[in-house]
Structures are given as structure tokens and as C-alpha cells.
């Protein structure tokens, strides 16, 4: 018996002490994100995450996609700002909507003008105020050319903070319409 609880004593002492095998690396598979993306514009999805495809490789409908795609993807980041209470589109942003009836006219892409308001006043109010003040980017859209059908409005009122903090540094990033591309 004691010599049994040896030999296993040994053998757990061997198995600790010798080194772990590795495996050889798997190719990775694409993220759920990377495929949605391959796929829209137009790359099959069994693309793995190091290849790159350049637009060259593409069929000429495929590289339309493709630009039209990373011109889109920018709306996310553009928002034009309020002042405290209004819903009237400054002057200031007049650029931003130039080029972004530019880019509607050129493109079928359809937007989501999303409204929204600082924390300050009710609920209610502050959604009326979003939809407002998208309403007023639309309507500029619209006179700079841009069609109506590629335009949809949306307000969040107070519910979508870009800062949370209760100043008026906060308050001004909050007063804003947030151009995004609507999902198909």
C-alpha cells in the first residue's frame, strides 16, 4: 500500500513538473461585429479579422457599397447644438448641413435625426423640445436639397446624456440633434 501511494505521489510530482504543451495558434474567426460589417460591404463573411480587402478587389456595385458605407458611418459623430430653450438651428452649423445634404442627395441612405435636451424641465417638455429641434435640422436638410423620405426624426428629451454632470459645460453637450444612420 505504501508503495502504491508512492508510485502516485511520484507520478503527480512528474505530471506538475513537466511543461505544458501549447498548441498552435487557431485562426481567428471573425467577430459577430466584423462579419456584420464585412458583410455590408460586400466581402464574405468567412473573412478573418487579419485579412484586408481593398476596394480594387471588389465588384464595382461592391466599392459603391463600400464608400457609401464609411461616408455613412461619420453621422455618428456629427451633431449640431442648441441653445438653452430653442429649437432654432444656428448659424454656425451651417456648413454641417451643407455637406450633409451633400451627402444625402449623392447617397440612398436614409438618417435618424435624434433630439435631445439638458436634464433641466420635465420629461414631457423635453421631448417635445428634441423633436423640435430635430424637426428644425430636417427642415434645413430639406431646403438644402435633401429628400424627405431619407430623413426620420426622433426625440430622447433628457434621456440620452452625452455628459452627466449638472453644469453648463453638460448642459450644452446635451442640447444637441445627433445625426445617425437609421438600420436597415
Known amino acids: 500500500m505504501n508503495k502504491l501511494i508512492a508510485v502516485v505521489i511520484a507520478l503527480l510530482m512528474a505530471a506538475c513538473a ?3 504543451k501549447t498548441e498552435p495558434a487557431k485562426e ?7 462579419a456584420k460589417t464585412a458583410s455590408s460591404v460586400g466581402v464574405a463573411s468567412n473573412v478573418t479579422s487579419n485579412t484586408e480587402v481593398s476596394a480594387s478587389q471588389l465588384s464595382k456595385n461592391d466599392a459603391e457599397t463600400a464608400q457609401s458605407t464609411a461616408r455613412v458611418q461619420k453621422y455618428e459623430s456629427e451633431s449640431a447644438y442648441f441653445d438653452f430653450d430653442k429649437s432654432e438651428v444656428k448659424s454656425e452649423f451651417n456648413a454641417l448641413l451643407k455637406k ?5 442627395k449623392t447617397n440612398k441612405v436614409t438618417i435618424v435625426l435624434q433630439g435631445n435636451a439638458d436634464e433641466r424641465g420635465t420629461v414631457a417638455y423635453n421631448k417635445v423640445l428634441g423633436l423640435k429641434r430635430a424637426k428644425a435640422v430636417k427642415r434645413s436638410l430639406v431646403a438644402l436639397g435633401a429628400s424627405k423620405s431619407q430623413i426620420m426624426v426622433i426625440s430622447y428629451g433628457k434621456e440620452k446624456p452625452r455628459l452627466d454632470c449638472h453644469e453648463e459645460k453638460c448642459w450644452h453637450e446635451n442640447r444637441r440633434v445627433d445625426f445617425v444612420q437609421a438600420q436597415n
Open 18 to 20: 513537466s511543461s505544458p
Open 28 to 34: 481567428s474567426k471573425p467577430t459577430s461585429a466584423e
Open 100 to 104: 450633409e445634404a451633400a451627402i444625402l
